[in-house]
């Protein structure tokens, strides 16, 4: 059997190699480039809209036309869109996103310390709701249709129709002022004091959560509902007389995993739209915060940064998604024979 | 290691096997007898009988056919026999396996019987094997189950049983997932991991139905090759009464959730009396039948479960049937050996022999493997 | 090979999630219908029938009354506007805004998903392409960036809203007009030489069109919830000028005090969503003959 297993890990990597998987990876790569194209120019453009010139609103409605002229020339604003695109896209690519109108600070420093703090809530809305969607929806379809399952569908179907800046005022309500539980609003930094931090971020993280622990609880319950129901490699599990829980995790969970990754990567703009309002709520210093600003400052150059970033991470969240997909279903990373 | 096995590897598998089992029929009793199994589901409000009233005994080592349409209730039967059923499902009746009763047994018994004495082969080997779970692994969790051994020893047990289904190149296929393999290979898969634990029951519901005929004869030779030399008795489930005029021993022909007829196999070749049965094989090919003849079929729809008609529920789609057929006649038996259910059994003086030309051609499988064998 | 038998499927089926008696399914289709149709009658019918105050130009003497207050069902804000009028205003901005980013999004995405199918080819692959840029943007992200350039109003929001509503919906257009080149009587047409606008317009929008009204009821209460969060973010519909988002936001600052300026529009908001994505369902159901 030692040969076999040496022949296991070989034939993994072979497999790998060869296999459909890597040039999907390829494939998803080269067309993950013109859709952050498409992302910038479409985001330049929409910028570039606006009536009126930056110049003029930076300062005010007293200054003279040179000196509007003037700080346009300085800040580039006079060449025309397409050449300040170029010079945009060039700066970019080199990791240079410009200086912001307002602060006159490098937007790269700007975004760097933001970019941590939406992070971290990302990553905790995302990481809470899968951690309680998944025993829900095991808990629900291990019995479908008995008074587990109906709560669990009912609290879902409601849920998913709460906005989530209402269900942060709840929350807030409930647990900051009544309760006393959490503070209402801002915000400390993990590295000063990591129990605060976590206290500070329980809130918005759960109010980002919360919808997206509805929807996964809803898909992954149907698809294992579906499964036992309906799937006969199920049927073959209990001829074998392994055990109900066993079927359910093993091999209906096993199965609807491959598409839970795959929702979850789609739910991820979603996600990250909600941080700007969750942050703009709880007062968060993240990047949704510092984006809102940006916009009511006109301070073109972060919000254009803060735009890109978010659909950068979109797309290369979404490439990551595929990317795991088919490095984990087989199906997929050994094609069919 | 060059994978092939050969006669002598596969003799040695299969001591390994079979320690002691008996390879005829055992001498105490028949090793399952099932007496007036009824199921019925009930489904919003309306009541379907899927099965109502079946019985059979059947011996080890025996092979069983089951023969009836969709619908006709022989594979609820077999699976309320192995709790398979949705809770939905009310089961009636007994079943004794080795003198233990099956129906009713609290589930978690049930498990500990499920794989390790009867263990069951389904119709689509592509839809019956976990997609994302390595063929090995499946194979290890049906050995690991049942018995308390290391995950080595179940590997190299696995390897075995894939050798003893004669699955080419067994050691390689123990890491591959199903959709690498062919249609013929995953059944054997099926097939070994129901032979996992060295069942004394096989169930093969359609085993053979989703696979092409080359295929379907191999995997045939294959059951009833397993079942000589492990004396693993064997239920099929088919519609086709040709597979079962060449494998099996014995024959019940189901209609409607009730068996019509049941009797040796030869018996009732020999001398099919139910009006349904003759109908059923008017419905095969023949090689003496004149080219381009139409085949007899079957006329109307098999009867629906949740409305059956009053009598025999054969009588509407029933050449011979007359006013007494609007009562329904018992399963009895009129011959040594052979029990049937009809007023009017073929070859008394008011039958005629086959069927009226209709719609259903689609009903009644056409051709069985061997006769395509027989034929080439 | 018709005559493969498929025990499992009967087996399944007989155990599917009972199907529920007619009653019960009816009572699920007509129950949310019900409820959006009360919603849509309450916000434009109910200030005109009823003797509900306007919602703005309050009197300051009237301020901050409790809910339940006598001439004022469920109170007034700090400048004693009337908080049922002021709802009521809003879900009629917030149901136009809804209703009209709908009605583009399904003429103008329904037609290009259901061209971009029926022509295949390279243009198709262009179509999806482009669309494909637009769904990698987090919408809300854009919208925002939208509405603060055009600056807040109505129509800006209309505009931003429908832009990013009309991707989503020429995917499921498409997909949709794809699996139904598939069947026989869309080659039996096209052999018959009907002309292509013919085509789209008697034989793929009639049948992509329950797929297509399905999503958009639950896109109904997805842009009302965007709406909500740009007014929220004051760059939706523009103050005085009640909507939900923006007595939401106004209520925010006296949570603790009253929490009835939040509640109540927040209690609207649900509502309402919940209305659609129940009908939304329903219609699903409905129209997948489960």
């Known amino acids: ?337 | 290691m060059s994978g092939e096995p050969t006669a002598r590897r596969t003799e040695e598998v299969l001591d390994l096997a079979l320690p002691t089992t008996a390879r005829g029929p055992s001498p105490g009793g028949p090793l399952l007898e099932v007496r007036d199994l009824r199921v019925r589901f009930t489904r919003g409000g309306r009541v379907v009988n899927a099965v109502n009233g079946l019985s059979y005994t059947l011996d080890a080592g025996e092979i069983l056919a089951i023969i009836g349409e969709s619908g006709s209730g022989k594979s609820v039967s077999t699976r309320s026999l192995m709790g398979l059923l949705p809770p939905s499902a009310q089961v009636s009746g007994s079943a004794k396996f080795e003198g233990t009763e099956l129906i009713g047994m609290p589930e978690k018994e049930m498990r500990a019987w499920r794989g390790a004495k009867i263990a069951m082969v389904f119709q689509d080997p592509a839809r019956s094997l976990n997609p994302t779970m390595r063929i090995g692994a499946q194979i290890v969790e049906a050995i690991r189950t049942h018995r308390k051994v290391s995950k080595k020893e179940a590997a190299e047990r696995a390897v075995e049983l894939l050798k003893l289904v004669r699955l080419p190149a067994a050691e390689r296929r123990f890491y591959e997932y199903p959709h690498q393999l062919s249609g013929g290979m995953r059944q054997r898969v099926v097939i070994a991991i129901a032979l996992a634990s060295e069942p004394r029951l096989l169930i093969a519901d359609e085993a053979t139905t989703a696979l092409d005929v080359t295929t379907q004869a191999q995997i045939m030779e294959l059951l009833v090759e397993l079942q000589q030399r492990l004396g693993t008795a064997i239920i099929m489930i088919s519609h086709d009464l040709g597979l079962a005029a060449s494998y099996a021993h014995k024959v019940v022909v189901m209609y409607a959730g009730r068996a019509v007829e049941y009797a040796s196999a030869e018996k009732l070749f020999a001398n099919v009396r139910m009006p349904y049965t003759r109908a059923l094989l008017g419905a095969i090919p023949l090689l003496d039948r004149k080219t381009h003849e139409l085949l007899p079929v079957i006329p109307g729809q098999p009867p629906d479960p949740a409305a059956l008609p009053k009598g025999c529920a054969f009588r509407p789609r029933c050449d011979v049937a007359t006013d007494k057929c609007l009562e329904a006649p018992p399963l009895k038996e009129h011959e040594p050996g052979h029990w049937w259910a009809c007023w009017h059994p073929a070859g008394s003086e008011d039958t005629a022999a086959g069927g009226r030309a209709g719609g259903r051609a689609d009903e009644v499988r056409v051709g069985s493997a061997r006769q395509v064998e027989d034929g080439a | 090979m018709a005559a493969v038998d498929a025990p499992v499927a009967t087996v399944a089926e007989v155990d599917a999630p009972r199907p529920r008696r007619a009653w019960a399914r009816r009572l699920s289709l007509w129950v949310p219908a019900g409820l959006t149709a009360f919603v849509f009658l309450a916000c434009f019918l109910g200030p005109v029938v009823l003797p509900i105050p306007a919602p703005v130009g309050g009197n300051v003497l009237e301020s901050s009354l409790p809910s339940f207050s006598p001439g004022h069902l469920l109170g007034t804000d700090p400048n004693g506007n009337d908080i049922l009028s002021r709802i009521l205003h809003g879900g009629r901005a917030s149901l136009f805004v809804a209703v009209t980013v709908n009605l583009i999004g399904l003429a103008v995405g329904g037609l290009l998903g259901a061209l971009s199918a029926y022509i295949g080819g390279k243009v198709d692959t262009v179509i999806m392409r482009v669309l494909d840029v637009l769904i990698a943007f987090p919408s809300l992200v854009l919208t925002l960036a939208v509405a603060q350039s055009l600056g807040p109003s109505l129509t800006n929001t209309i505009f931003a809203l429908a832009f990013f509503s009309i991707p989503a919906v020429a995917r499921v257009a498409r997909a949709a007009t794809l699996s139904l080149r598939e069947l026989p009587f869309m080659t039996a047409a096209e052999l018959a030489g009907t002309p292509w606008w013919r085509m789209l317009l008697r034989h793929i929008v009639p049948n992509i069109a329950p797929q297509l009204i399905t999503f958009s009821m639950l896109g109904m209460g997805t842009v009302i919830v965007i709406e909500g969060a740009l007014s929220f973010l004051g760059l939706g519909i523009p103050a005085p000028n009640p909507s939900w988002g923006n007595m939401i936001s106004e209520g925010q600052a006296s949570l603790s005090a009253t929490p009835d300026l939040v509640i109540w529009p927040s209690l609207a908001l649900f509502v309402t969503v919940l209305a659609f994505n129940l009908l939304g369902e329903a219609l699903r159901t409905h129209w997948s003959g489960r």
């Not at chain 1, 109108?101 to 760097?112: A, R």
């Not at chain 1, 976590?198 to 809130?203: E, Q, V």
């Not at chain 1, 199920?234 to 093993?250: F, M, N, S, Y």
Request: charged share 15%; proline share 4%.
């Open chain 1, 1 to 337: 059997m030692t040969v076999a297993v040496e022949r296991r890990t070989r034939n993994v990597t072979a497999a790998l190699l060869a296999s459909p998987s890597l040039r999907l990876v390829g494939k998803r790569l080269l067309m993950a480039i013109p859709i952050t194209l498409g992302v910038s120019i479409l985001t330049f453009w929409v910028l570039n809209l606006v009536p009126g010139s930056a110049a003029q609103q930076l300062l005010g409605v007293e200054a003279t036309e040179e000196q509007v002229r003037a700080l346009e020339r300085e800040m580039g604003l006079d060449k025309p869109a397409w050449v300040r695109y170029l010079d945009w896209l060039g700066g970019a690519v080199t990791g240079d996103l410009g200086k912001s109108f307002v602060s006159d600070q490098q937007v790269t420093t700007l975004l760097g310390e933001r970019l941590v703090v939406t992070f971290e809530l990302v990553i905790l809305a995302m990481v809470g709701s899968l951690a309680l969607a998944i025993p829900v929806a095991l808990l629900a379809a291990y019995r479908p249709n008995r008074l587990f399952d109906r709560l669990s569908m009912v609290v879902s179907v409601s849920g998913l129709s709460v906005a989530n800046y209402v269900l942060a005022l709840i929350l807030v309500l409930i647990f900051a002022v009544q309760l006393g539980w959490f503070p209402a609003i801002g915000y400390v930094p993990f590295t000063e004091d990591p129990v605060e931090n976590l206290r500070t971020m329980a809130l918005p993280a759960a109010a980002i959560a919360f919808p997206l622990f509805c929807f996964y609880t809803r898909f992954l319950r149907g698809d294992l509902v579906d499964q036992l129901l309906g799937q006969d490699y199920i049927v073959t599990a209990q001829a074998k007389g392994v055990g109900p829980w066993r079927v359910l995790i093993r091999h209906a969970f096993r199965n609807s995993s491959f598409g839970l990754i795959t929702v979850v990567g789609l739910n991820l703009s979603t996600l990250i739209g909600a941080t700007v309002i969750i942050e703009q709520i709880f007062a968060i210093p993240g990047l949704g915060q510092l984006m809102v600003q940006a916009i009511n400052t006109r301070d073109m150059m972060v919000v254009q940064a803060c735009v890109i970033v978010f659909a950068v991470v979109t797309v290369v969240a979404n490439l990551v998604t595929d990317l795991l997909y088919a490095v984990l279903d087989p199906r997929i990373r050994y094609g069919s024979s």
